[in-house]
């Protein structure tokens, strides 16, 4: 909303920076291999090398968001005035989401804190609700021309840039969360697959909060066309939310 190139300057010097970083620090890590030798000790030096590219892969996707943002620029695109007075509450919303899931997996790393770490996955989910509505909404204004095509392929990679930021921190949480429960070394994958298939109170219990949180503020915003909205194949994002509160 308020372009400053020195801005997109300091986001470039900080990638390269923890590019850097994660460079060094990788190094150091695998330069204690020699000296590992029990098995507890391995499984925490993997998960110390999978958190750092992760931290490094966020940069990327932050640095993915400059890059759309300087490509409407220069296209001289512009969100049509309908369009832009719903994006900029929306986009406030999820940038909320992004930023909390964020600093959970900043401090759950530093303090290698499981509990914590367990909320992050929920949290994670309803990012990706998020993101659907918000898709689903943007869409409605591109097939009734409301906004421009072009306009709307660049909303749609910034909302998947921001949904990939929190899969990583979500990584970082499971990863995490092995220190505890070593049966999930290995299988992480099918570890949140069953986590969100299952009937854990504690996950269900955190998403109905974040979802209640987020979801509240996101249905206040006066959409383009509510109605149709839910029409557009009961979009994902509504399916998926009625499946998940059916569930709850």
Avoid: W
Wanted: with cysteine; proline share 2%.
């Amino acid at each position: 909303y308020n372009y400053d190139p020195k801005r997109d300057e300091r986001i470039e010097a900080r990638e390269n920076l923890l590019d850097s970083m994660t460079d060094a620090t990788n190094k150091y890590v695998v330069s204690l291999s020699p000296h590992v030798t029990r098995d507890v000790d391995n499984r925490r030096q993997n998960r110390l090398l999978k958190s750092l590219i992760c931290y490094e892969r966020i940069g990327d996707l932050a640095v993915n968001i400059t890059n759309e943002v300087e490509k409407l620029r220069e296209e001289n695109k512009q969100f049509s005035e309908t369009a832009l007075r719903e994006l900029r509450v929306a986009f406030d919303i999820i940038m909320d989401a992004v930023e909390e899931i964020i600093g959970m997996a900043v401090d759950c790393t530093k303090q290698l804190n499981t509990f914590d770490a367990a909320k992050i996955e929920p949290l994670e989910e309803v990012i990706d609700d998020l993101v659907e509505d918000l898709n689903a909404r943007h869409v409605y204004r591109m097939v009734n021309s409301i906004c421009d095509p072009i306009n709307g392929i660049r909303y749609q990679s910034i909302l998947t840039n921001l949904e990939h930021i929190s899969d990583k921190c979500s990584d970082i949480a499971i990863y995490i969360i092995e220190g505890d429960h070593t049966d999930i070394f290995g299988r992480e994958h099918s570890y949140v697959h069953e986590l969100h298939h299952s009937n854990n109170h504690e996950y269900m219990q955190s998403y109905a909060d974040d979802y209640s949180r987020y979801f509240k503020a996101l249905d206040a915003i006066p959409s383009v066309s509510d109605h149709v909205i839910e029409d557009i194949a009961e979009a994902p994002a509504e399916k998926s939310r009625k499946e998940q509160s059916e569930r709850l």
